[in-house]
């Protein structure tokens, strides 16, 4: 039994929830699991319940940033409902989890035939690209502190509970960091009783002194996140087709 914590899901209608909710594939997601490689065709949209995936941009030199990450606020293979049929990141988790797949065929049908589907997509494609320009924008600007401290934040808002299962060399790699540099932002969180360590571990002891450390790039993503409008939260366990 899964339980329904996409916000994209939870924000349909329930006819367009239990049609779509049929022929949902869902599993775990483990870290360092690429989803997606840049330039490979949709076969399906991925709608991550709990965990984070990151949408990385890789150099020639090797090095790699991320573009932006999805999480239970968001689905994999929004530029299906715009037209475009292959990813253009790469596309990795970086916070264990558990997400559901579904069809491109299937999710055309569900387009066709109901109206709150591509509405809703829509709405969370705006939010997306709001949120790739404040990742711009807090790349060129803002202290690596600021940057890990509001990369911490998001990975812990795809959780249930205070802890990731994360290590400083995924962090690095997804903010274009050597791993020192993470090492001594997380060291310093640690002595300040902000966060607490351990091997492939992270767990956030005090969320309001992280936020006071992230700079304001989290508060303006979390703003333009979608939100479930009222009355039509359709949370609740279930038994995904095919789950794993």
Partial sequence: MFEIRNRVLRSLRP?????????????????????????????????????????????????????????????????????????????????????????????????????????TMLRYAKALIVQLMETVACNSLHTADQRVARWL????????????????????????FRRATVNQVCATLMDAGVIGQARGNITVRDRFALESHACECYRRICSSALAAPAGEDNARAFEAVGSE
């Fill in 15 to 119: 006819a367009a929830m239990e049609f779509i909710g049929r022929r949902l594939v869902t599993r775990p997601i483990a870290a360092g699991e690429v989803i997606y490689e840049e330039g490979a065709p949709f076969t399906h949209a991925v709608f991550p319940h709990e965990g984070r995936l990151s949408l990385m941009a890789i150099m020639e030199s090797g090095r790699t940033v991320e573009k932006t990450s999805i999480g239970p606020e968001g689905f994999l293979g929004f530029a299906l409902v715009l037209g475009g049929g292959k990813a253009v990141s790469r596309s990795v988790v970086r916070v264990p989890g558990y997400a559901s797949w579904l069809a491109v065929s299937d999710l055309d049908e569900a387009v066709a035939e109901f109206e709150c589907v591509t509405q």
């Fill in 153 to 176: 934040l998001h990975a812990i808002d795809s959780v249930r509970g205070e802890s990731l299962d994360v290590t400083q060399q995924a962090i690095a790699e997804s903010l274009g």
